[in-house]
């Protein structure tokens, strides 16, 4: 039996930027092993697997796989599997059933046919970091203290998943990045973090983003939506956001992949929303 595998680049609407994603939209008859078969497979920082489906309230439910292990929310991954099924049902409201909780996403086509996509997280939080977990950090990436910004404090923030949030005192610190992979690896399987996001703040509705995902089998991802619905909540514990708004995220341009993502954040709602496009790349069958 062969399993359709489509592929989609998120947070973007050329296909040679954002972050790719697998979409497979009948998983029902596969196991766990089979699906982490297929995530190494597609090679891509992760794949999302509909397991099942209710296609008349539109709702489904959603297990997400790395290459080397299922995580459970991947914001990409989501806006890539919504924009699938709009493009299969219709644009309107679907809530995916994951891990993590319950996600509703709002689908809406433009008039050139492209389809945005945005999700609303789980409630977010935020707690500064302790001091072990910011050291062996910064030493797995080679930076001091002296390369953040004190105005932002480092964070652990949840946003589906636990996220290492590091402020960059300059653009040029953000930009080189050359770290540890087993080292830092290591430190987040030991903290339980998907990711670490690091940012340099451009603007209060402006910021840039990488995110190293080493415990998922990848040294970068060009675009991370899990993340960027936590750096919300981060916003929001620090008191950063008086009144709603909407805040820019830009990824992946210093590895060639541009992803522009939009997170909306209010004072008075723990919840993010995650706004991108997505494009197909090509499909495939294993």
């Known amino acids: 039996?062969?399993?359709?595998?489509?592929?989609?680049?998120?947070?973007?609407?050329?296909?040679?930027?954002?972050?790719?994603?697998?979409?497979?939209?009948?998983?029902?008859?596969?196991?766990?092993?089979?699906?982490?078969?297929?995530?190494?497979?597609?090679?891509?920082?992760?794949?999302?697997?509909?397991?099942?489906?209710?296609?008349?309230?539109?709702?489904?439910?959603?297990?997400?796989?790395?290459?080397?292990?299922?995580?459970?929310?991947?914001?990409?991954?989501?806006?890539?599997?919504?924009?699938?099924?709009?493009?299969?049902?219709?644009?309107?409201?679907?809530v995916l059933d994951t891990p993590a909780g319950e996600i509703p996403v709002s689908t809406a086509s433009d008039g050139s046919g492209a389809v945005r996509a945005t999700l609303t997280s789980v409630p977010t939080r935020s707690r500064p970091a302790l001091p072990?977990?910011?050291?062996?950090?910064?030493r797995a990436l080679g930076w001091t203290s002296a390369d953040l910004d004190p105005a932002l404090p480092a964070h652990v923030a949840f946003g589906g998943n636990d996220h290492l949030v590091l402020a960059a005192a300059s653009r040029a610190r953000l930009a080189d990045l050359d770290y540890d992979f087993d080292a830092l690896a290591e430190i987040m399987r030991r903290y339980g973090w998907t990711t670490v996001d690091l940012v340099w703040r451009e603007s209060a509705e402006r910021f840039h983003a990488r995110n190293p995902f080493p415990v998922g089998g990848v040294v970068e991802d060009p675009a991370t939506g899990a993340a960027a619905a936590a750096f919300g909540g981060y916003l929001r514990e620090l008191g950063l956001v008086t009144r709603p708004g909407t805040i820019a995220i830009r990824q992946g341009e210093d590895m060639g992949r541009t992803s522009e993502l939009l997170i909306e954040v209010s004072p008075g709602d723990p919840r993010t929303r995650v706004t991108g496009q997505a494009v197909p790349v090509s499909g495939a069958a294993v």
């Open 1 to 94: 039996m062969t399993t359709e595998i489509l592929r989609y680049s998120a947070f973007t609407h050329d296909p040679d930027g954002g972050n790719r994603a697998g979409v497979v939209l009948d998983a029902s008859g596969l196991d766990e092993a089979a699906m982490l078969a297929i995530a190494a497979e597609v090679g891509y920082s992760e794949t999302a697997f509909v397991t099942a489906r209710d296609v008349e309230r539109r709702r489904f439910e959603v297990r997400y796989f790395s290459p080397l292990a299922e995580v459970a929310f991947c914001g990409h991954a989501t806006v890539a599997l919504a924009v699938a099924l709009a493009e299969r049902l219709g644009p309107g409201e679907i």
């Open 132 to 138: 072990a977990e910011l050291d062996g950090t910064l």
